[in-house]
């Protein structure tokens, strides 16, 4: 008997469970009970006279406030340019670099990773500043900087 309690209790606080589970199952929603929706595809629209070179390595950027880092912003960059040019900005990488690590500096220190750095009207003040330094490096090969990540340490 003393071996056969144990057995004998799990299983019915198992079947306690599946009955209180089914118990307190939502009802199921008037909409969604009726026939599954098909799934609708969606096409972006790429060009394809477009491709896109990811930049090695992220940038690091120091935000200073009274003589001190108070934060690190890192951001990684994708370059969206014209079929068949990728050889040439790897090329001019390092320039590039250079340049766009100046325009973050700058945007940095007027404040821009300060507070809600990714509201719209920042973010887009730095892809302007961004596409400007890529297409003055690259010329008109460049259709967009991309930030495709962007994280602020405090410290």
Request: aromatic share 6%.
């Amino acid at each position: 008997m003393g071996k056969i309690l144990p057995i004998l209790m799990l299983a019915l606080g198992a079947g306690a469970g599946i009955f209180g589970g089914k118990l307190m199952k939502p009802a199921p929603d008037p909409v969604t009970a009726e026939a599954p929706a098909e799934p609708v595809e969606v096409e972006a629209e790429q060009p394809d006279d477009v491709e896109y070179v990811k930049l090695n390595n992220q940038f690091v950027v120091p935000v200073i406030s009274e003589g001190k880092v108070i934060s690190l912003v890192v951001l990684a960059l994708t370059v969206e340019i014209a079929l068949g040019e990728r050889e040439a900005v790897y090329a001019r990488e390092p320039r590039l670099r250079d340049a766009f690590l100046q325009v973050m500096f700058d945007h940095a220190n007027i404040g821009g990773f300060d507070g809600a750095f990714t509201n719209s009207s920042s973010m887009d003040t730095l892809r302007h500043a961004l596409r400007t330094v890529a297409t003055e490096s690259l010329g008109p090969a460049v259709q967009d900087v991309l930030i495709t990540d962007i994280v602020r340490q405090d410290s």
